[in-house]
């Protein structure tokens, strides 16, 4: 997974869906908190 311009994540889809990266998290969830922050948008 690519996250501001670097790779923060590899493996296969099981291994990426049991990370414990919180940016990761976030997005597999598509929870709208966590350490993803979108300009522009406020919350």
């Known amino acids: ?3 501001n ?3 923060i994540e590899t493996g296969s889809p099981v291994e990426i869906k ?3 990266n919180p940016v990761v998290r976030q997005f597999i969830e598509g929870s ?5 922050v979108l300009e522009g948008i406020r919350r």
């Not at 709208?32 to 993803?36: K, L, M, R, S, V």
């Open 18 to 20: 049991n990370t414990s």
């Open 5 to 7: 311009g670097e790779v």
């Open 32 to 36: 709208a908190t966590g350490p993803i």
């Open 1 to 3: 997974m690519l996250y």
